[in-house]
């Protein structure tokens, strides 16, 4: 996904807690720099500051980031000459998005913690046992087929 020219994420979504690589091909990949860094931060203070150095590919430079609860992913880059693309002054800040609790399992439900049945279920089959009884022998009692088990 390409959110803004020359920079290249592996992911739709920005996302908390997870790892994500960038791709870079912008200012200093086009002016031919040997190292490139990422300098990043998150949330509007840029806490958490790191800086990576990325990995010169073909395509441009790359690195990978293990995103952190906030509300957004700032950075910027630098060559080992000390020159800098930080968008204009601007930087390059991305909003990341919380984790949806629905696609969190909640509970282990393995074998080693049986679960316990529900009432509505165990009464369920009981029921279920009560109507086959009535179909299999009242039909057979109406008509006098049904043969007592004699005790001797």
């Known amino acids: 996904m390409e959110l803004v020219k020359n920079i290249f994420f592996n992911t739709d979504k920005l996302v908390e807690n997870s790892t994500v690589k960038i791709s870079y091909t912008g200012l200093l990949f086009q002016n031919g720099s ?62 990341i998005e919380k984790v949806e609790l629905a696609l969190i399992p909640q509970k282990d439900h393995s074998l080693t913690s049986p679960r316990r049945l529900r009432k509505s279920y165990i009464w369920s089959k009981k029921i279920r046992l009560a109507v086959y009884k009535v179909i299999t022998y009242l039909p057979k009692l109406i008509s006098g087929n049904y043969k007592r088990k004699i005790i001797d």
């Open 34 to 95: 040997e190292e490139v860094y990422l300098h990043y931060g998150f949330g509007l203070n840029w806490e958490n500051l790191g800086e990576v150095k990325m990995e010169k590919t073909e395509l441009g430079f790359q690195a990978e980031i293990t995103l952190i609860s906030s509300e957004t992913f700032n950075f910027c880059f630098r060559n080992d000459k000390n020159e800098w693309d930080n968008n204009n002054s601007q930087n390059y800040i991305f909003p």
